[in-house]
């Protein structure tokens, strides 16, 4: 089964930077996207960006949109989130959950991303932006 693991959470400070990854493992030979999502205390769980690994195409939050960036290494199976100009707004466990696409039409990584369509999730990394 599909096992995903989550690092390189922390805290900085306003306008820092970081980029957790997450380790990915068991997918079979099918399409999939990988998500990532964050939940901040009292908040909803929100989708913050996707990659597809049918066309490497990626999606992003719009309170995101310029200061993310989703990669992955094909070689290792670790896809980044690297996060830039962090704000307090940015303070949440951030979680990458990986959902199957079944067709090529299935666009598993459009938003608002729907968190019923991922099926696997990691433990989540906590990242903290002092003011």
């Known amino acids: 089964q599909v096992q995903l693991v989550e690092s390189g959470g922390g805290s900085v400070q306003l306008g820092g930077s970081l980029t957790p990854s997450c380790q990915a493992s068991?997918?079979?030979?099918?399409?999939?996207?990988i998500g990532w999502f964050r939940q901040a205390p009292g908040k909803e769980r929100e989708g913050v960006s996707c990659?597809?690994?049918?066309?490497?195409?990626?999606s992003y939050a719009d309170s995101v949109k310029g200061r993310f960036i989703v990669s992955r290494d094909n070689i290792k199976n670790i896809v980044y989130l690297q996060m830039n100009d962090l704000t307090p707004e940015d303070t949440a466990v951030y979680y990458c959950?990986?959902?199957?696409?079944?067709?090529?039409?299935?666009?598993?990584?459009?938003?608002?991303?729907?968190?019923?369509?991922?099926?696997?999730w990691g433990q989540g990394t906590r990242v903290a932006v002092a003011s």
């Open positions: 959950a990986a959902g199957v696409q079944p067709t090529v039409r299935f666009r598993i990584c459009a938003f608002p991303l729907g968190a019923a369509l991922f099926a696997a």
């Open positions: 068991g997918f079979s030979a099918d399409h999939y996207g």
């Open positions: 990659i597809s690994t049918f066309d490497g195409s990626t």
